[in-house]
């Protein structure tokens, strides 16, 4: 297998844009969030809020107690999705690319949950502005992912003695 200077598996050009797009990903997520966290209530965020505020309530106008609970509630969420797009990011940058499979169940898996999860409930509120945002971001992690597996699968195919090995010793 060859091996880039630093020791790291060789990526064709394929898997290193498909590498870059997911790190690019996770790193805007993180700045969302902290968009989201600390500056939904203002004018960058209206838009949406407008719209979530119609599917739930019906209007746009809304008392202070709503406002009140909408403010704390984005924070958490934006904490969260901070939370999410740092562990996806560490997956990203440093397993995935050693060629660890591992890391890209992980990163499928946690953002399935999510996306499944948080689209259903959406849904379910009428909330389509959410489903929209999920339907991204499940995209700009699918598609790299989805990018990656053939050069995942390769690293595979060259150690299944190993492997074999390795379930003789521990049985």
């Given at each position: 297998?060859?091996?880039?200077?630093?020791g790291?598996?060789?990526?064709?050009?394929?898997?290193?844009?498909?590498?870059?797009?997911?790190?690019?990903?996770?790193?805007?997520?993180?700045?969302?969030?902290?968009?989201?966290?600390f500056?939904?209530?203002?004018?960058?965020?209206?838009?949406?809020?407008?719209r979530?505020?119609l599917?739930?309530?019906?209007?746009?106008?809304?008392?202070?107690?709503?406002?009140?609970?909408?403010?704390?509630?984005?924070?958490?969420?934006?904490?969260?999705?901070?939370?999410?797009?740092w562990?996806?990011?560490?997956?990203?940058?440093?397993?995935?690319?050693?060629?660890?499979?591992?890391?890209a169940?992980?990163?499928?898996?946690a953002?399935l949950?999510?996306?499944?999860?948080?689209?259903?409930?959406?849904?379910?509120?009428?909330?389509?502005?959410?489903?929209?945002?999920?339907?991204?971001?499940?995209?700009?992690?699918?598609?790299?992912?989805?990018?990656?597996?053939?050069?995942?699968?390769?690293?595979?195919?060259?150690?299944?003695?190993?492997?074999?090995?390795?379930l003789?010793?521990a049985?």
């Amino acid at each position: 297998m060859a091996t880039a200077s630093a020791g790291l598996p060789h990526q064709p050009k394929l898997v290193r844009i498909a590498h870059a797009l997911l790190l690019f990903g996770f790193a805007a997520q993180v700045v969302l969030g902290h968009a989201v966290a600390f500056g939904l209530d203002g004018p960058l965020f209206a838009w949406h809020q407008d719209r979530v505020a119609l599917a739930l309530w019906g209007t746009a106008d809304y008392g202070i107690e709503v406002s009140a609970y909408r403010g704390w509630i984005q924070a958490v969420f934006g904490g969260t999705l901070i939370s999410y797009a740092w562990a996806m990011l560490f997956l990203t940058a440093v397993p995935l690319r050693r060629r660890e499979a591992w890391a890209a169940w992980a990163i499928a898996i946690a953002t399935l949950n999510w996306v499944v999860v948080d689209t259903a409930i959406s849904s379910a509120h009428g909330v389509w502005i959410n489903v929209a945002f999920n339907a991204v971001a499940l995209t700009s992690t699918a598609v790299p992912l989805g990018l990656m597996i053939p050069w995942l699968r390769a690293r595979d195919a060259m150690q299944p003695q190993a492997s074999a090995d390795a379930l003789q010793l521990a049985g």
